[in-house]
């Protein structure tokens, strides 16, 4: 690998202050703030996962990864690699090793590939690199893993991200490029192998009870029954929803979206904490019991990137964050979820998609040696080129009008080595100040100065 160039470094110099902890602090109150305040027992959950490890930290912390990278910092350490156009694409906004897994898609294909879209938004195509370079770095620490090895994990990851730059620019086809049943092996494959094992039966059965030959959610402490104006509300933010899945999406069967229950959802994962949420039941393809569909109605989040840089353009764009979620998402995934849709609720945006029982994340507790970890990050590096590169045929987005993968191989040309020491070099350097955040995290939240206390 390329040794790295360290008259460029922009890892840290502001790792020895008067009190990072602050730093820290100020970031997570400026982006959480209200939800502390509506819900803070959700945060103390949160805060508590977060504390559990470093990468767990760094999981519920993208806010204070866009702080460091752009925030403050912004204009003293310039990328020298997402210039042009390659600056302002589709980006996944919180890639981390563990936001990858099986979905179903729209054409009926189990489909191994990023998942997570709620922080999605526009940027330089190195946002998602660094991101998922730390994650690997962090996840290698905690794996102990040597140093070399990281790095080699983290070189793979980045080649194999370009590779498939690479292959999208000499293809004439977006969608000829899919990790499935047919192209993967391994703990991917096995992944997929696991989804396709799922029966929609077993997830209803798991959350629903019958009464009178009719599907109702089961009474569970996760769930909430809802007084009439309530469901009302939310009743008619699902009417306004069908509106938002393409015509060709759509069912033509009305029976599809007969609402059968609506309960109030809680215990999303670290990044949901705190926003609002609700579970529908609908009829589903007929009136058998086992072809209801569960769907997921969520406030959408505010991105943590937009905090940072010029939004106008692009909130402009946007209804609310429940629509720029699923035009994000439609735009960086082939074949969306048929149901994935917005609505809003009391003038707050909601992304409304299916709770599929064909959603598998990637374990990684059994991958613990390099050889079988550079397999899968090889991968990896692929979905993510996908992403950025392959639009969805769904998208009504007309804020990227680009061939992304012309973009990013015009910004980096002849500098591909100098890239994956760039990325190797950023993700060993911010996984190494991740772990001393997380111990300043932890002191404070024990000491009662992020929000939230650490006991009710």
Known sequence: MTAPDDSHDDSHDDRVTPDRAEVIVSVLADAFAPLMEADPTAFRAKFRTMARDPHAFYRGTACLFFHDLVGEREGREADPFATGAAGRIWVHGDLHVENFGTYLDADGRLVFDVNDFDEAYLGRFTWDLQRFAASLALMGWQKALPVDDVARLTETYVRAYLDQVRAYVESQDDD?????????????????????????????????????GVRRFADHPSVRRLEDDEHARVVAAFETYLATIPPRRRSDRDLFYEVRDVVGKSGFGIGSAGLPAYNVLVEGYSQALDNDVLLSMKQANVPAVSRFVDTGDVERYFEHEGHRTVVSQRALQVHTDPLLGYTEIDGVGYVVAEVSPYEVDLDWSGLTEPADI??????????????HCASDEDSDEDLVEIQVEDAITEAVAGREDDLVAWITRFGASYAERVREDHACFVQAFRDGRIGVTATA
């Open 176 to 212: 000829d490029f899919s990790l499935d049943l047919t192209t993967t092996s391994g703990p991917i494959h096995g992944a997929l192998v696991t989804a396709r094992r799922r029966r929609r039966a077993d997830l209803l059965d798991a959350n629903t009870v019958e009464v009178d």
């Open 374 to 387: 550079e397999d899968v990050v090889g991968l990896l590096g692929r979905a993510t080129a996908k992403i």
